[in-house]
């Protein structure tokens, strides 16, 4: 896919915020390093209580609005700072938390390629779902016309899951995300994507 700094690309995004998502301003966010390339999107899952999809909780943990209460799985979330630049609910719904011009906060303790830090260098894209769980259509494709708008603004040279950037803490998305079925919506060679994930892809071909 090419990236252009034409018209399209300029529509789609004001200040690292992308038009087609809903804006969920968090506070949880900074400044990427300077002379940083945003070059890296990494993909999560999520869902709270886990298992459970369609409320609000993701979007207040993100917020710093969570109610401790609601459920006894919260408490273990107490005093939890943390944000992604985007989460894709089961229907396709898109929210966008932090511009991806700024360095959220979803990595944490990570490393891929050059990176030590990837919060510094990536976008950081949640899935509404559990580990290893399958995914849903519409995110799929809301998914693919994300990093499509992504690739167009910003010099990315790799698309991976939480568990590449930290596999002895992570393992989401999971087994049950489907990354062929990513590589080809968006057209891009093997080598944007975690070389295990393409050779299980070759494996099943």
Avoid at 180 to 205: K, T
């Amino acid at each position: 896919m090419n990236r252009t700094d034409g018209t399209e690309t300029s529509t789609l995004w004001s200040d690292g915020w992308y038009q087609h998502a809903m804006p969920v301003a968090s506070p949880n966010f900074g400044p990427r390093p300077a002379q940083t390339a945003v070059d890296l999107v990494v993909l999560h899952s999520i869902s709270l209580p886990p298992g459970e999809y369609g409320g609000d909780a993701v979007g207040r943990l993100f917020c710093n609005q969570l109610d401790l209460d609601q459920h006894p799985y919260f408490q273990r979330l107490a005093g939890l700072r943390v944000s992604s630049h985007f989460y894709i609910r089961r229907h396709g719904e898109l929210l966008q938390f932090v511009s991806a011009d700024e360095r959220a906060w979803h990595a944490g303790a990570s490393s891929y390629g050059e990176s030590n830090n990837c919060n510094d260098n990536s976008i950081g894209v949640e899935l509404e779902g559990i580990e290893g769980g399958l995914f849903e259509p519409d995110q799929y494709e809301t998914l693919v016309a994300l990093c499509s708008a992504i690739l167009q603004r910003y010099p990315i040279t790799a698309i991976a899951g939480h568990e590449h950037v930290a596999p002895v803490r992570k393992t989401d998305p999971g087994a049950g995300f489907d990354w062929r079925l990513l590589q080809q919506g968006l057209g891009l060679d093997s080598r944007f994507f975690p070389e295990r994930e393409m050779s299980r892809v070759g494996a099943r071909a």
